[in-house]
């Protein structure tokens, strides 16, 4: 129960890191500093992060990196609108 709750905590807190990013560049309409390579490789990872977390059954994994990958996914969305 407490290693659950320690990887729910760990991964809500690396999650939430990217929410300023995206309200930034949401406001600001530009994602010029933000770097288009790193967001392809960074999602990427995420979502084989996401598949691994499925396969082994780890809730605290699954969850965290499917909204990590939501919000870098909105990053790398707006990067691409915003260009």
Avoid: H
């Avoid at 406001?27 to 288009?36: C, I, M, R």
């Avoid at 605290?60 to 990196?65: E, L, M, Q, R, T």
């Amino acid at each position: 129960m407490i290693v659950t709750f320690l990887g729910l905590l760990a991964g809500t807190l690396t999650t939430i890191s990217f929410l300023p990013q995206v309200i930034k560049t949401w406001k600001s309409k530009s994602a010029k500093d933000v770097s288009l390579e790193m967001f392809l490789i960074f999602c990427s990872g995420v979502f084989l992060w996401i598949v691994y977390g499925i396969l082994v059954g780890d809730t605290p994994v699954i969850v965290a990196n499917f909204v990590t990958f939501i919000l870098a996914s909105t990053i790398l969305w707006l990067k691409l609108k915003y260009r």
